[in-house]
């Protein structure tokens, strides 16, 4: 089985993310895209982070129709901050009989050679990388563990949707319907 792990704060999940899974499925020919929610992640700040099991409970409800795309927990349990390379060998090790594959916005992999034993993943892994518009050009993506795919251009952040949340504008269309309704319901002061 292969599965693509696509990590992420998802601080809120948007359509991009949607998008970018289930992209993963068809072009990268992956069984299944397991979403793991990060809940902190080592180079983000953590002041405007929603508690963890509330973004866990809104990638549950943006994917439930779709088996393919499966919420992931797993770094909840594990040391924080959390590290990519940790998670990666500790799921490997729980599933030996499943090859599990990175996926990545471009710009991460810019900055790629700063995460921990990136050169590690690199040995273990290889990395499914979707464009992202504006992307400086790196070396890494000539990397034979990386693979570059043609998917859609999307500019769209969860910084700007919780920019839109917080001034009382619109975020209709940037995430799916159930989760604009989640966060309207419980999220919103």
Not at 148 to 170: A, H, M, Q, V, W
Request: with cysteine; charged share 25%.
């Amino acid at each position: 089985m292969k599965i693509g792990l696509l990590f992420g704060s998802f601080n809120p999940l948007h359509i991009g993310h949607l998008i970018i899974a289930n992209s993963m499925i068809d072009l990268a020919g992956m069984d299944e895209v397991w979403l793991v929610v990060t809940p902190l992640n080592p180079f983000k700040k953590n002041s405007d982070l929603l508690a963890e099991d509330e973004r866990l409970k809104m990638v549950k409800i943006a994917i439930k129709d779709n088996p393919k795309l499966k919420a992931n927990d797993i770094e909840f349990s594990l040391p924080k901050p959390n590290y990519t390379i940790d998670t990666l060998m500790y799921l490997q090790a729980q599933h030996p009989d499943i090859k599990f594959f990175l996926v990545m916005g471009e710009d991460n992999l810019v900055k790629f050679d700063q995460w921990k034993d990136y050169d590690k993943i690199f040995e273990n892994f290889e990395v499914l990388v979707y464009p992202r518009p504006y992307t400086p050009n790196t070396q890494l993506k000539i990397h034979p563990r990386v693979h570059i795919f043609n998917c859609p251009l999307l500019d769209i952040s969860s910084t700007y949707i919780r920019e839109n949340i917080k001034y009382g504008k619109s975020i209709k269309y940037l995430v799916p319907e159930a989760v604009e309704e989640y966060i309207r319901k419980h999220l919103r002061k």
